[in-house]
């Protein structure tokens, strides 16, 4: 909870408590006036009472409106306006920071990363991550991408993808803290059991088709064709065309 009230608040409560002194008063005069009044002075009297417990009732109603209730159970990480600060509701700024309330869950926490642009269709809803942060290196902890925020940003210069990832504590007794330093890795596909050869052992024959020399026991070179899956800059999944403990031709000499 937060211990200091909000300007519109302040005002509230005053607006309530201005009405109760109203209300307190009126009845008063109509108390004095039942001892020897007229009827005119005592319908008047109602009248004002009853306009003071209208007007009570609004205050009231005011400063329950002026109330902020936080959508979940949280922690205030951060407070960035004073009691009295100005505010502009319309462009949601104050000063040079959007942010007047920042509350955070601990109980399911998130990762918020970047990259870059050019990676943009690695970064998939449901893809798995890889999480290591800057200060225990050696634990590793995993999760998913939740979101893909629709909009790039500028990070350091450079325009990014920025996305959110789940991140699973499981049975770890890591404290974390917001705001921690990680490195970040997105599974885009992965592949088990499966055979795998040099990248520099193919030949692009035509975009999307592959071909690879195999290496005879007489050393002659047999040139097949290969279907390839998943492929990074070291190795190809090889699908069909090779078979495990061939031996193949990386095109150099000796």
Do not use: C, H
């Not at 008063?25 to 004095?32: I, V």
């Not at 319908?43 to 109603?61: F, K, P, T, Y």
């Not at 109330?67 to 000063?95: N, W």
């Not at 869950?105 to 990259?115: I, R």
Request: a negative charge; aromatic letters at 6%.
């Amino acid at each position: 909870a937060v211990n200091e009230a909000t300007v519109e608040e302040i005002e509230a409560w005053n607006r309530v408590e201005q009405a109760q002194n109203t209300v307190f008063q009126r009845q008063q005069d109509l108390e004095e006036l039942e001892n020897s009044p007229t009827k005119e002075d005592l319908a008047r009297a109602e009248v004002a009472v009853d306009r003071a417990l209208v007007a009570q009732q609004r205050a009231a109603a005011d400063l329950e409106a002026a109330k902020l209730y936080a959508p979940f159970d949280a922690v205030v990480m951060d407070i960035a306006v004073d009691t009295g600060d100005q505010v502009d509701i319309g462009s949601q700024e104050v000063g040079s920071n959007a942010t007047i309330l920042t509350l955070a869950t601990l109980q399911e926490p998130l990762v918020l990363f970047w990259v870059e642009e050019a990676d943009y269709g690695s970064v998939v809803v449901g893809n798995p991550v890889s999480i290591v942060f800057e200060a225990f290196p050696d634990d590793t902890f995993t999760g998913a991408v939740i979101q893909v925020d629709p909009v790039l940003v500028t990070v350091e210069g450079t325009s990014a993808v920025q996305a959110w990832a789940s991140l699973e504590i499981g049975s770890q007794q890591t404290t974390l803290f917001s705001g921690m330093t990680a490195d970040v890795e997105v599974i885009a596909a992965e592949s088990t059991g499966t055979l795998l050869v040099p990248a520099q052992a193919l030949r692009e024959l035509s975009p999307g088709r592959y071909s690879a020399f195999v290496v005879g026991d007489d050393g002659d070179l047999e040139m097949r064709a290969v279907e390839v899956g998943l492929m990074d800059f070291a190795n190809v999944e090889v699908l069909s065309g090779l078979e495990l403990g061939e031996t193949v031709s990386l095109g150099e000499t000796e």
